[in-house]
């Protein structure tokens, strides 16, 4: 089986427009939250929101300003991770060259769009047509739009495959891009992650699941508070990150260094609840994702949590790390939810942690828990508190993502040496 | 209003060559429209006129200015012959 390379990444999320930008706020624990606009707010007065740092559109051609705003930040992340990867479109072995997204709603500003215009015009007393709608709405829709969108911009021709699992599913597309390098039915593949669903009408299904935080007193920004014992849920954020992988051996042919190897994927099913998390499958996910890296706990030093601010997902998820990797006592991982920082990306937030994890090992800085002022003591682990921590030897990371539905996916990454 | 309503949709959103727009002779299929473009291109009109024009599949036979033709034909036909107004809300 042949090692696969992580040579190029990529990201555009609350914290910033491009990777670098959002490790570097994420080490500086700022946090990106903040309220809603005003169409929204004047229903959930409440709510709060983790918004792009920039406008997809601004950052692309013209021609791809009528892709839906999820599918738009897959290309801006695509396009900076294969720069970094130094790949240009058309490459000689295209049909090698797959294409995996991860995306747990699609395009869900085509959909409220639609909707909106739908009411406009009804309510417009016979002024216009409500049965008119735009051609493109359903190939900007469809939840494979980004996949479709990446594989005619880069020529790719290896399978352009979409999965959607709720929080778990650019962290499921990693780990199937991963498995599909690894036994030899790829050789390279960019897997992207995005969301954008900070709309009113997704907006108002997420608040009647009673899961959204609620404006922390002294600061909207740090509403978002996982692990902690005042923490009310998660913020929701909208974004995209991408990575390049490739098989070593694609790599070594023209000389380009690996910012990583991605070598540990693990995955299960509660089959148990369609929101409340099981423990007992969390923790058979990160042991598949161990034992495939062939590494031991002890050679994990940072570990991105799934860490939403959730009343039970904390909890469970703390105890399922115990069980993997030993009480505070016992171990020296050291572990964060950077959600505290740029919110819940849903279909974009295990590929997002994954980056920052990936960067956090290869600078030897950690990115913190921001929010983390008074630990639940049911959350007893070294979560980072507040700041980040830096001057860290970290050889391998781990990053967890576990969806509503039931759907775990844990994964390994390690040092490569150049 | 027609006219400029479609060419500005193909210069700025197809990129199309505005010097094209010069030829009078000009065929719709020299414009290489793919049908989803085509259907694209109409909705610009629908839009403004508020109902869905028959079958595009007949306008890469004609020549520009015969589709123009047949778009304000169609138009007419359900205004009671008349022309209206195209402009969107908001536009001047």
């Not at chain 1, 021609?63 to 130094?86: C, I, P, W, Y």
């Not at chain 1, 991605?262 to 598949?288: F, I, K, N, R």
């Not at chain 1, 950690?366 to 050889?395: M, S």
């Amino acid at each position: 089986m042949t090692k696969v390379l992580i040579t190029g990444m990529g990201a555009i999320s609350p914290l910033g427009a491009d990777l670098p930008g959002s490790f570097a706020q994420a080490l500086a624990g700022h946090c990106a939250i903040g309220p809603a606009p005003a169409d929204i707010a004047k229903w959930l007065p409440d709510i709060l929101l983790a918004p792009a740092a920039s406008e997809p559109h601004t950052l692309l051609d013209s021609k791809h300003a009528s892709l839906d705003r999820a599918s738009q930040f897959a290309m801006v992340a695509a396009g900076e991770a294969m720069t970094t990867a130094n790949i240009t479109p058309q490459p000689a072995d295209a049909r090698r060259f797959g294409v995996f997204v991860g995306v747990g709603f699609g395009g869900a500003h085509t959909v409220d769009g639609l909707y909106s215009r739908f009411q406009s015009a009804v309510q417009s007393e016979g002024k216009r047509n409500p049965v008119l709608m735009h051609p493109l709405s359903v190939p900007r829709m469809m939840a494979n739009a980004a996949a479709a969108a990446i594989s005619m911009r880069y020529g790719l021709n290896g399978p352009s495959n979409t999965y959607s699992v709720a929080c778990a599913s650019s962290a499921i597309a990693i780990g199937e891009a991963f498995r599909a390098i690894r036994d030899g039915y790829l050789d390279a593949a960019i897997v992207v992650g995005c969301e954008a669903m900070l709309t009113p009408g997704s907006l108002l299904a997420w608040n009647a699941l009673r899961v959204m935080a609620k404006p922390h007193a002294d600061d909207l920004a740090r509403s978002c508070r996982p692990f902690s014992q005042d923490r009310s849920g998660f913020v929701l954020g909208e974004g995209g990150a991408a990575i390049v992988l490739e098989s070593a051996a694609r790599a070594s042919a023209r000389q380009q260094p690996a910012l990583g190897e991605l070598c540990g994927y693990g995955c299960s099913s509660d089959a148990a609840h369609l929101t409340a998390p099981s423990s007992a499958e969390q923790v058979y996910a990160m042991q598949q994702a161990l034992d495939d890296a062939g590494l031991q706990p002890a050679d994990i030093q940072y570990l991105n949590a799934h860490g939403t601010a959730t009343e039970t997902g904390d909890v469970v998820e703390t105890e399922s790390i115990r069980t993997v990797f030993g009480s505070r006592e016992h171990s020296q991982l050291a572990i964060s939810s950077t959600k505290s920082m740029h919110g819940h990306l849903i279909g974009a937030s295990g590929i997002l942690e994954f980056v920052l994890a990936v960067m956090a090992m290869n600078s030897g800085s950690l990115p913190p828990t921001a929010t983390l002022e008074v630990p639940d003591p049911r959350c007893d682990l070294d979560f980072i508190p507040q700041t980040a921590r830096h001057g860290c030897q970290v050889d391998a990371i781990m990053s967890n993502s576990f969806a509503f539905g039931g759907s775990n996916a844990s994964l390994v990454a390690r040092r490569y040496p150049q | 209003m027609l006219e400029e309503i479609i060419k500005n949709y193909l210069i700025n959103t197809k990129g199309k060559d505005a010097s094209l727009f010069n030829d009078p002779q000009l065929q719709v299929a020299a414009l290489e429209l793919d049908s989803l473009d085509m259907v694209e291109m109409l909705f610009e009109i629908e839009d403004r006129c508020g109902f869905q024009l028959p079958d595009p599949t007949r306008y890469p036979k004609m020549g520009f200015r015969e589709m123009l033709a047949d778009i304000e034909a169609a138009i007419r036909e359900h205004n009671n012959g008349e022309l209206p107004d195209l402009r969107l809300e908001g536009e001047q």
